[in-house]
């Protein structure tokens, strides 16, 4: 962390107000760095605010079932109780996200933002560069602080640009023969026997791990390994991503010979989302007990863990059904996800379904996604999560395909109840929609046919409503919380 | 009366699953009962063939939920063995040989697309999405039967319209030294040349059918696979050990 001195160069005193995301507590390198920076606070009496995202984002560390996130998480909330106790925190209830923060705030040269350089707090700064007045506090992918005390530091410390160096169609030649029975190691020399395969597709195959049957590991096939996969392998590595439900690549995996050759991770067993959410019998028939709010629950928990993962500067990128699984305990899992973007690392593929209007029809290759184009994906997930597998511009009589339906907004559902439900698909979508309280509706309508993008934490929030207002409704009318309807 | 079944609605519940429709037109004209040498003949082997791809189909979660399928007949005449059923819920039905019987391939095929521009149309009533439609064309010999040249005709005049503006995917599929693999040939503009196997391993191209459904689901938009275009590797071999330890 920066000494006082520099603190004090940097003209922090009892008039500034400094804006933590919490971003910055987790991409932080250790709390040592904190304290400083907390006894200066002090000292100077400046005011600290916090939004309410950061406490929705400290409920997420919390639910991590991660010892190690959970002491991070513990650490923080001491931080705040010793500013509250020295009259220094700032609760600004009424703003909800980091866009509305970096809005209002903005302007005020007296205001010093503190956040990690690849979050999503760093693009809603870069999106109002042209009049940004205030400073900034940055942690950098080494867990340091940079302070930033002008928009061109600020600009070009957090202006996102694709690293080109992995951009390139070699791959990476290996004398390595995988087979069953074969040792491989970690970097810290820990050896690893390779049990029968379970699983195989286009880019490896899936091994059991002998001796730690909890972890499996993927070995990839032979030209598949290439500088983006090796670079995004060691990265993952280095980032303690820890959550129960997060399928991490734990671990890089090299050959005996120390060649890197693949990536060991927890073996996860479960159905993926993509053969349960295929309507609302077959829901119920993997889950006979459930109800709306079961999906409302199952839809908050997997966009709460892409929140974390957002945390950290990860974006999924090829979000889909099919690589979400349910496991026994009732989990669901993100996996598939060594594809994803991370920092300046793009994720070089996507499921059009999924891919906001913007995207649709672009080289994932050759550029980064934001953070706004995925709150798009998850907007996606949300709906298809609470209407059994039902994608939003599925439509009667479509005039295009579903691609070229994304892209012109063309969403079948009326906004009120007096309009027009003869596009809704067949099979009792129209009741589920005029089951759906007007504030949902409303929602919905506003991204999928206005094109208004709500960010993550507002889509997690807007579940949260949804889910108490039918512990409010459910008594005067039960039906409400079935998961669907006769229609015959 | 039409021999061609309106769609059924209900065949899907309330399914929200993007469909693969495929329909296979599948020769049983006199040359299938042809022994192959194993104590089977042709249509044994094909019978076995296609059971094991059913099952195979059925077992695979996210397959038996997307795809539909349809069998169409040529042996004497063109004949619907099976209209459109999901796969979840077909019987696998025994397809049978008419003995001395003539190919009538062309018209065979037309039937085959008609059922699936039923089927289209159907998914679009409802509101379901579709991947592209297949045909798979399976055959022993040449076309024969009255017209024949002329139906053939028509039959590759509309495959090809539809595969070249990407609404269908089309497998060509030749059995034995007999089968016309010109004809079947002209039936795909993208394939370049058909697919041939020897009788007794018909297996083979049924497990290709079925990773192919495989791939199709996972919503790989890239057909090129069903064509045999492996992606060519573009890039070189480069050096690791910069990043050996």
């Known amino acids: ?488 | 009366m039409s021999i061609y079944e309106d769609f059924n609605a209900g065949d899907f519940a309330k399914s929200t699953k993007k469909r693969l429709p495929i329909c296979f037109c599948l020769d049983t004209s006199g040359s299938m009962a042809a022994p192959t040498g194993t104590g089977n003949n042709r249509m044994q082997e094909l019978n076995e063939a296609f059971s094991k791809f059913v099952d195979a189909m059925k077992s695979n979660d996210e397959v038996a939920s997307s795809a539909d399928i349809a069998i169409v007949t040529f042996g004497g005449q063109a004949a619907i063995l099976q209209n459109f059923t999901p796969v979840s819920k077909i019987n696998t039905p025994k397809i049978e040989y008419k003995e001395r019987s003539l190919t009538p391939m062309g018209e065979a095929i037309q039937v085959g697309l008609k059922l699936l521009e039923i089927r289209k149309n159907g998914y679009k009533q409802k509101g379901m999405e579709y991947y592209q439609p297949w045909l798979v064309v399976l055959t022993d010999g040449e076309p024969e039967g009255k017209n024949e040249l002329e139906e053939m005709e028509k039959a590759i005049a509309q495959t090809t319209a539809l595969e070249s503006q990407n609404k269908l995917v089309v497998f060509n599929i030749g059995i034995g030294n007999d089968a016309d693999l010109n004809v079947l040939k002209r039936l795909s503009v993208k394939r370049e040349t058909p697919i041939s196997v020897r009788e007794t391993n018909l297996d083979e191209v049924f497990e290709f059918l079925g990773k192919s459904s495989d791939t199709a689901v996972s919503g790989d938009e890239n057909t090129d696979a069903f064509y045999g275009k492996e992606e060519l590797k573009k890039g070189k071999e480069i050096d690791i050990s910069e990043w050996c330890i």
């Not at chain 1, 160069?9 to 932080?28: C, K, Q, R, T, Y």
């Not at chain 1, 009496?45 to 560390?61: C, G, L, M, P, Q």
């Not at chain 1, 809704?424 to 949902?440: A, K, V």
């Open chain 1, 1 to 488: 962390m920066k000494t006082q001195n520099e603190l004090a160069d940097a003209a922090i005193n009892h008039e500034s107000l400094i804006v933590i995301d919490f971003s910055a507590i987790v991409a932080v390198d250790s709390f040592e760095e904190l304290n400083t920076f907390t006894e200066y606070i002090l000292q100077h009496h400046t005011k600290v605010a916090v939004s309410r995202e950061f406490y929705e984002n400290y409920e997420i560390i919390l639910k991590s079932l991660n010892n190690e996130q959970i002491s991070i998480a513990k650490m923080t909330s001491k931080f705040l109780d010793l500013l509250n106790e020295n009259d220094c925190l700032l609760y600004m209830a009424d703003i909800v996200d980091s866009k509305e923060i970096v809005t209002k705030l903005h302007k005020n040269p007296k205001v010093f933002f503190v956040y990690y350089r690849n979050s999503e707090f760093a693009e809603n700064v870069i999106g109002v560069k042209d009049t940004l007045k205030a400073k900034a506090f940055i942690v950098d992918e080494n867990g340091k602080f940079q302070i930033c005390m002008d928009t061109k530091s600020i600009v070009d410390l957090c202006a996102k640009h694709i690293d080109s160096s992995v951009i390139s169609d070699d791959y990476f030649a290996t004398a390595f023969e995988v087979k069953e029975g074969i040792c491989v190691k970690t970097k810290e020399g820990t050896i690893l026997t390779l049990g029968k395969p379970c699983g195989s597709g286009g880019e490896g195959t899936v091994y059991n791990c002998e001796d730690n049957p909890a972890y499996v590991v993927k070995i990839y096939h032979k030209g598949q390994l290439n500088k983006l996969r090796l670079k995004k392998l060691f990265l993952m590595e280095k980032k303690q991503v820890r959550y129960n439900g997060i399928c991490w690549p734990e671990k890089v995996i090299f050959s005996m010979k120390g060649e890197p050759v693949g990536y060991m991770m927890k073996k996860i067993t479960g159905k993926p989302l993509s053969s349960i959410f295929d309507g609302d019998e077959v829901i119920l028939k993997e889950f006979p007990y459930w109800k709306k709010q079961d999906l409302i629950s199952l839809a908050t928990d997997i966009l709460q863990k892409i929140q974390y993962l957002h945390l950290f500067g990860i974006l999924v990128g090829d979000l889909r059904l099919k690589n979400i699984v349910i496991d026994a305990q009732g989990t669901p899992w993100i996996v598939d996800i060594d594809s994803c973007q991370i920092d300046a690392l793009p994720c070089p593929i996507g499921y059009p379904d999924f891919t906001p209007p913007e995207l649709q029809k672009k080289e994932f290759k050759q550029q980064l996604r934001s953070y706004y184009n995925e709150s798009f994906s998850c907007s996606v997930l949300m709906f298809k999560i609470l209407f059994c597998g039902l994608h939003p511009y599925n439509q009667k009589n479509a005039q295009g395909t579903l691609e070229e339906n994304i892209s012109s907004r063309s969403f079948p559902y009326p906004q009120n109840v007096q309009g027009d439900f003869s596009k809704i698909p067949w099979g009792g979508y129209d009741e589920m929609w005029r089951h759906t309280p007007f504030q949902i509706q409303v929602f919905f309508y506003d991204i999928f046919k206005t094109g208004y993008r709500y960010s993550l934490i507002e889509i997690i929030l807007m579940l949260k409503t949804y889910y108490e207002f039918l512990d409010i409704k459910m008594e005067t009318i039960p039906s409400l919380n079935e998961i669907s309807f006769d229609y015959e």
